[in-house]
């Protein structure tokens, strides 16, 4: 599961420093939580960096499900911050 966000092609390649701040933010798990749903169902929600509010992001059947997607959101946000360092070197040739 990763966040849905609207931008363009260059803000995706080169992000503000205020989209590096929310994907930091949001790659701390502590900044995470799930409720559940009136119909039986677990959303999964992220503390709002500024605000008192939470952003809901996804629902799933279980609460294994839900724990899963917050997961799979952190990987994708680290793995971003990480490019943002630069090109990982995979392979030179002499």
Known sequence: ????YTS???AATHPDQEMINLWKHITDKKNWRIVQLPNG???TEYKHMDK???IDVTRRETMEGAEAAIDGSIEHYSKKLDFIK???VVKTFE
């Open 1 to 4: 599961m990763t966040f849905l």
């Open 8 to 10: 363009s092609f260059r």
């Open 41 to 43: 169902f677990f959303q």
């Open 52 to 54: 008192d509010d939470w």
């Open 86 to 88: 630069g090109p990982k």
